[in-house]
């Protein structure tokens, strides 16, 4: 256990401090709040009209999300540390598995939603390198006016298994499906991940806002305040993800949108958005670093275990081993997302991330989103391929500083 990581306080807060703490309790009732507005419906059997019917279990998941994330984060004064970054990647990323597991259950049995499945895990995969890893340092840069991002030895764990599972997925739209060795592959390296988390020195974590709070608690009261946090907003967001995501596809069929974009853009950002805010926080506050090894680790966690997964679901709703198709539209946006991929982890692996590497992603990802053509989308995966290419082609110290991060994990008592 860890009952020293933060300083005690031997005096009685100060009144500026009372006023935080206030404001950190108020935020966790707001968010309870945004739960309990959609809870109460769906008990008393409410029937909200378009387009609210997806607002409500939304802004229920948002909160939800908000929730996990403040506690996970206060978890760490009970958990070793290790353990406790793998937790807080894991939890932070529940509502977008929530969304994701249902799409993949429901197309066992009609087929029809195995669209959905891929849309919801490529646009949320998207976003996260697209917007996420950008917004970081534009945040930091409107800060603290720092235009790079360095990264450590110490990320090398989590770039290599991106890395890794972004070379294997290319294969997934090469054979057009999703099948159960697939899953293999990917909880593999996902569990390999995990366990060298385990083992891999960590930086003393410093908690702040609301997860502050929570933290500083008397033991006892801190454990069931975290606790009370993961029960409720993990039932929270599964009685939200089922209404979520139909009220999306009724959305769509009411407005003349199609259901597709809607399921890859709008669904991911109801439970990416808390995270992207703790990301910028941290950006804000002066540890962009921090920030963007956090979306490094969602993205890590969400192109292993969350793709891993989709395909298991998929076979235990259907009942046998059969593999999930892809039809051509699902094989585009996979390329696409892999491509987006490789072009992100090629930026990162050099363990600096710069504003014009941070404008290219979020270009590159902002332009693509109007022109939804088949054609242009193999354009842009042939885009992020080729600037990919010519970067470790052309850059010695990009292709040294992979080799070294590479062989970092896998002996890092040697580098």
């Known amino acids: 256990m860890n009952e020293n990581r933060l300083p005690q306080e031997s005096n009685a807060p100060s009144p500026a401090q009372s006023g935080h703490r206030r404001r950190h309790i108020a935020f966790i009732l707001v968010a309870t ?52 970054i793998g937790l807080l990647a894991l939890i932070t990323v529940l509502p977008e598995y929530a969304v ?37 340092l534009l945040a930091c840069w409107w800060s603290h006016g720092h235009r790079e991002i360095h990264l450590t030895d110490n990320n090398a764990l989590e770039l290599v298994t991106l890395l890794a599972a972004t070379v294997y997925s290319i294969i997934l739209p090469i054979k057009a499906t999703l099948s159960i060795w697939d899953s293999a592959v990917l909880l593999a ?78 669904a991911p950002l109801a439970s990416e958005a808390p995270e992207f805010i703790a990301a910028i926080l941290f950006a804000v506050k002066g540890r962009p670093g921090v920030g963007l090894r956090a979306l490094v680790s969602s993205k890590v966690n969400q192109w292993t275990l969350l793709v891993g997964m989709l395909p298991m679901v998929y076979c235990l709703s259907a009942g046998s081993l059969g593999a999930m198709p892809l039809d051509a539209r699902q094989v585009e946006e996979i390329f696409l997302t892999s491509a987006q991929s490789l072009f992100g982890m ?7 991330f710069s504003m014009g590497e941070a404008l290219a992603l979020f270009i590159l990802f902002s332009l693509q989103i109007f022109f939804p053509q088949s054609a242009v989308r193999y354009a842009f995966a042939g885009i992020y391929l080729v600037l990919s290419l010519v970067l470790v082609l052309t850059q010695s110290s990009r292709r040294n500083s992979i080799f070294h991060l590479i062989k970092h994990v896998m002996n890092p008592g040697k580098t």
């Open 346 to 352: 090629v930026l990162l692996m050099n363990l600096n």
């Open 100 to 136: 994701d597991m249902y799409f993949a259950w429901t197309a066992g049995k009609n087929p029809v939603y195995t669209a959905y499945a891929t849309a919801n895990m490529t646009g949320a995969n998207r976003l996260l390198i697209g917007v996420g890893w950008p917004a970081v």
């Open 189 to 266: 390296l996902f569990g390999l991940y995990a366990y060298l988390s385990t083992r891999a020195e960590v930086e003393e974590p410093e908690l702040e806002g609301t997860a502050r709070t929570i933290a500083d608690l008397p033991k006892t009261t801190r454990r069931l305040t975290v606790s009370a946090l993961f029960v409720f907003s993990a039932a929270a967001i599964c009685l939200s993800a089922e209404p979520f995501a139909e009220g999306i596809l009724e959305a769509g069929r009411h407005l003349g949108i199609e259901e597709f974009l809607l399921v890859q853009w709008l």
């Open 33 to 84: 709040a945004m739960c309990l507005q959609w809870l109460l419906q769906r008990f008393l059997g409410v029937a909200a009209p378009q387009p609210w019917t997806a607002v409500f279990p939304g802004i229920c998941i948002f909160g939800a999300a908000l929730l996990l994330t403040w506690g996970a984060e206060a978890a760490e004064m009970d958990l070793p540390q290790n353990i406790s």
